[in-house]
């Protein structure tokens, strides 16, 4: 090779590297009010009386469980969390007329906390809190999700959102379910959420925490209804303890409802163009969203002039355009409806706030069409402009294929409803193997695990000749190893196109790229940022080929399992390479 051939390959090798080099980003889950029980958040405190006399209570009543060679927690076998069967425990039940007490997640300071636990909670079945308990009270609505003591206001966010759609509700936890003698009643529920590809059933008896008499998380209006607050418990039991729950990411617990895809704009100017349309229409295909505001780094839940909390997370209800008629305006203003989990007068005070002068320009029979209240629970209007402007994240979560579809007539199915085509692997990556990190460690990032996707047919009435291609990246299992110190890791993704005719050929026959591939290539789509979130989610409009997606940490080293989704409107090839 001559020298000037030689110089051109550095200059080339060169100019990949300055292009494809990756930031990383990191988030602070939001919290929302929390009490000041949660102390020496990596420190497990010595096991209290009552996790004492659970033990010797367990012991002499085995079940038939059998915790997995590696004593991965949670553990779940045939789709059920501990393995254990709602219809076997129920009729146990009833047959020794006892009613049921959960061994996997007993009523002991254990289930609440793994760090320090407060002394002031007690343990209460609903009969001892109300003469005539409910699962629900006039039926499920966003006003049954109040925030108790438990920095989980993102969960709550989610939970809002689900109660406003009793089908996807309904899917989580059966609404036959009573507290009812005569209606099979024996202190044994049955949730359901999705767990990286597949619903898992998860028991829960109705011990629930209170302080003083009074349920001491999620709550309900009425103080007979209790759906929210097992469901709540299911929630947490999923991931190990109550504590587990203290702080997240408000799609995180909407897929985990849903089974969808989230994605997450950032908005205060950095918002596309189209996002009205695109929270518009995700409303009425029932995507489930929220939003937050960075959190104050000096003051916890500082507020806003506005009268908004920092570091909270809230629920989208509602994306309308609305008729106005005044002397100098007349015509549809975009607004949304958003919810604070707390259910109180904290609410926004700009304009469209309950009560302001701009609502005398809406026709009474359009507020009436709306559902206008302005009592202080927690729910206002904004317009569009003022909703980017004032928060500075919106969450979404995309229903996929398998949630339930819409019963009502002339509405549209879920955003990711029939029609796409899903292909998902499950992988891991490992340390000194498939842990390479991100492109700016070239060396390494060649080990990390690769995916072939052949994109052939366009989409149907578009204007260009493109194919739509969501690409979802999940890591696993983290949150409930919260107690051991365990965060989420920095993950991200980048897709390249293979153009060489021979270098397709390869990799449709399962061999991996190396490193002159990756050293000479441009990438082109990848992920916002490598960050600290449960899942990352990007669109793309691409042309026809093949791709390779490689999804990694930001850094090579660090280890975890993971779950990658792809979102296509047409039928596609796919696999992962590994020879």
């Not at 010595?46 to 009543?61: G, I, L, R």
């Not at 359009?366 to 904004?382: A, L, P, Q, S």
Request: aromatic share 12%; glycine share 8%; with cysteine.
């Amino acid at each position: 090779m001559s020298d000037e051939e030689e110089l051109a390959v550095e200059e080339e090798e060169l100019a990949v590297e300055e292009e494809e080099n990756f930031q990383q980003e990191e988030v602070e889950d939001v919290e929302g009010r929390i009490g000041n029980f949660f102390r020496g958040l990596f420190g497990r405190k010595k096991k209290s009386e009552d996790d004492k006399a659970q033990e010797e209570e367990d012991d002499e009543d085995k079940d038939d469980f059998v915790e997995d060679e590696e004593g991965c927690h949670p553990f779940i076998r045939g789709g059920k969390l501990f393995g254990q069967d709602f219809d076997k425990l129920k009729t146990r039940c009833q047959e020794t007329g006892k009613l049921f007490k959960d061994k996997r997640f007993p009523p002991v300071a254990s289930s609440l906390f793994y760090s320090s636990p407060s002394p002031d909670f007690q343990w209460t079945r609903p009969h001892q809190l109300c003469e005539e308990p409910h699962m629900f009270v006039d039926g499920a609505d966003r006003f049954d999700i109040n925030q108790g003591e438990l920095g989980d206001c993102w969960l709550l966010a989610a939970l809002a959102s689900l109660a406003m759609d009793h089908k996807l509700l309904h899917r989580v936890m059966d609404p036959s379910q009573s507290f009812q003698p005569d209606n099979g009643y024996c202190g044994i529920f049955r949730f359901r959420f999705w767990q990286y590809g597949e619903w898992v059933d998860v028991v829960v008896d109705d011990y629930l925490p209170c302080l003083n008499g009074r349920l001491a998380y999620i709550h309900s209006d009425s103080r007979a209804e209790f759906w929210s607050a097992l469901l709540e418990k299911a929630y947490a039991k999923l991931h190990g303890s109550y504590e587990a729950l203290k702080g997240g990411s408000t799609c995180e617990a909407m897929v985990d409802f849903t089974g969808g895809c989230s994605e997450v704009w950032q908005l205060k100017g950095k918002e596309p163009n189209d996002l009205y349309t695109v929270m518009h229409k995700g409303y009425k295909r029932r995507s489930l969203s929220g939003c937050s505001i960075k959190p104050d780094p000096d003051v916890h839940e500082a507020k806003t002039a506005m009268g908004l909390v920092r570091g909270h997370a809230y629920t989208l209800s509602k994306v309308v355009k609305v008729a106005i008629n005044t002397s100098r305006v007349e015509g549809l203003i975009p607004l949304v409806r958003v919810r604070n989990p707390w259910g109180d007068k904290q609410e926004w005070r700009g304009t469209w706030a309950d009560g302001g002068k701009e609502w005398n320009f809406i026709p009474d029979e359009e507020k009436e069409r709306m559902g206008i209240t302005f009592d202080h629970d927690g729910e206002w209007w904004m317009s569009y402009r003022d909703f980017v402007s004032n928060f500075d994240q919106l969450e979404m979560c995309n229903l996929s294929p398998d949630s339930p579809e819409h019963s009502v007539e002339g509405e549209e199915t879920c955003s990711l409803g029939p029609g796409w085509c899903v292909a998902s692997w499950h992988g891991s990556w490992v340390g000194g193997e498939t842990s390479g990190g991100c492109r700016n460690f070239l060396e390494t990032f060649i080990h990390n695990p690769q995916f072939l996707v052949t994109l052939e047919d366009v989409d149907e009435d578009d204007e260009e000749p493109l194919c739509t291609l969501i690409v979802s990246l999940m890591q696993k299992g983290r949150r409930a190893l919260r107690h051991e110190g365990v965060t989420m890791l920095s993950i991200g993704f980048v897709i390249y196109p293979i153009r060489d005719p021979d270098l397709a050929s390869e990799a449709e026959a399962g061999r991996r790229l190396g490193e002159d591939f990756f050293k000479y290539n441009l990438s082109t789509a990848r992920s916002k940022s490598f960050i600290n979130m449960r899942e990352v989610t990007a669109r793309f409009k691409l042309p026809p080929g093949t791709y390779l997606i490689v999804p990694s940490t930001y850094e090579p080293g660090f280890e975890g399992e993971f779950l990658i989704r792809t979102f296509t409107e047409n039928p596609n090839s796919s696999q992962q390479l590994h020879a």
